[in-house]
Nanobody, 114 residues
Framework: QVQLVESGGGLVQPGGSLRLSCAAS????????MGWYRQAPGKQREFVAR???????LYTDTAKGRFTISRDNAKNTIYLQMNSLKPEDTAVYYCYGDLISRSWGQGTQVTVSS
């Protein structure tokens, strides 16, 4: 069974930065697309960013210019560098990986507040 484990969330002040990580278990697993969604309280889960196995990236408009997704295929890990954080970025961030089906991590809380 494939597991994805996020880490790096926490409390940060507006304007600050966080780096999220998502590590996949199973050294023989090679995902295709991987990426991040987030879900704020009372809202639907929304797409944030994704990266293909070849490194092609896609961002939602709210993430462009502030967030950077990257990938280390040797470590089966993706990252989300988040800069210039705003209170509206507060959410649980979930990573995913696509094989035949989509696997999800358990989520990591990001809170942006002064």
């Amino acid at each position: 069974q494939v597991q994805l484990v996020e880490s790096g969330g926490g409390l940060v002040q507006p304007g600050g930065s966080l780096r999220l990580s998502c590590a996949a278990s199973g050294s023989f697993i090679r995902f295709g697309d991987m990426g991040w969604y987030r879900q704020a309280p009372g809202k639907q889960r929304e797409f944030v960013a994704r990266i293909t196995s070849g490194g092609i990236t896609l961002y939602t408009d709210t993430a462009k210019g502030r967030f950077t997704i990257s990938r280390d295929n040797a470590k089966n890990t993706i990252y989300l560098q988040m800069n210039s954080l705003k209170p509206e970025d507060t959410a649980v961030y979930y990573c995913y990986g696509d094989l035949i089906s989509r696997s999800w991590g358990q989520g990591t809380q990001v809170t942006v507040s002064s």
